[in-house]
């Protein structure tokens, strides 16, 4: 079990330049990891109503059961990891783990993780490393019928992150474009 504030700034990505960045930071295929999110909600959307989001993320290294809060500043990212054999009976039964750092966050909410029941699911092809900034991302995402391109930065102080996103948007000639969370984009094409 983890516990973090996530503070980050994104912005929607037109293709050209997504490809700007992926060939500026020199990315090569090998780089890029595929992540699959799938999100997960009560039948009336307990967690929507909350602002919360919850998602099994599967990898090739890793699987995971986060919950995310929000919280002054940022999500407060509650993560149970998850071995192969937990996330495919999850994904077989679409019931969450009943036990573990989540499931006592959403009690704690009083949503009882019994009600939960798989929702969508969102694929993500993701660079991702270390710049003076912070932590950069740069995805391209599949859901439903649709595709985009996202430009992350994760950071550690929101007033100096802003600014850090801000002048990375400058420098790369990038005009900003809010992006929804990917949970929202991808209910949005359920």
């Known amino acids: 079990m983890s516990e973090q504030i996530e503070i980050e700034f994104k912005t929607l990505l037109s293709e050209t330049n997504y490809n700007h960045l992926i060939a500026h930071y020199q990315i090569t295929t090998s780089d890029i990891k595929t992540q699959v999110n799938h999100y997960f909600d ?10 919360y989001g919850l ?3 599967t990898t090739a290294l890793y699987d995971e059961l986060t919950l995310k809060t ?11 990891r998850l071995t192969k ?9 679409g019931r969450i783990l009943q036990t573990g750092a989540v499931a ?13 029941v798989p929702l969508t699911s969102l694929t993500t092809k993701r660079a991702e490393f270390p710049i003076k900034e912070g932590l950069l991302a740069i995805d391209h995402s599949w859901y439903g019928d649709k ?6 930065l994760e950071v550690t102080d929101p007033i100096s992150g802003k600014d850090a996103f801000l ?16 949970i929202e984009r991808a209910m949005s094409e359920k």
């Not at 929000?70 to 149970?80: F, I, K, M, Q, R």
């Not at 006592?104 to 939960?116: E, G, Q, V, Y």
């Open 85 to 93: 054999e937990e996330t495919a009976e999850i994904l077989r039964t």
């Open 42 to 51: 009560t039948p009336d959307q307990q967690l929507r109503n909350k602002r």
């Open 104 to 116: 006592k966050r959403l009690l704690t909410a009083s949503i009882d993780p019994t009600a939960i």
């Open 55 to 57: 998602r099994v993320r």
């Open 167 to 182: 002048a990375l948007l400058t420098a790369f000639e990038i005009p900003y474009m809010p992006a929804k969370n990917k």
């Open 70 to 80: 929000p919280v002054d500043n940022g999500l407060l990212e509650t993560t149970d």
């Open 147 to 152: 595709e985009d391109f996202e430009l992350e």
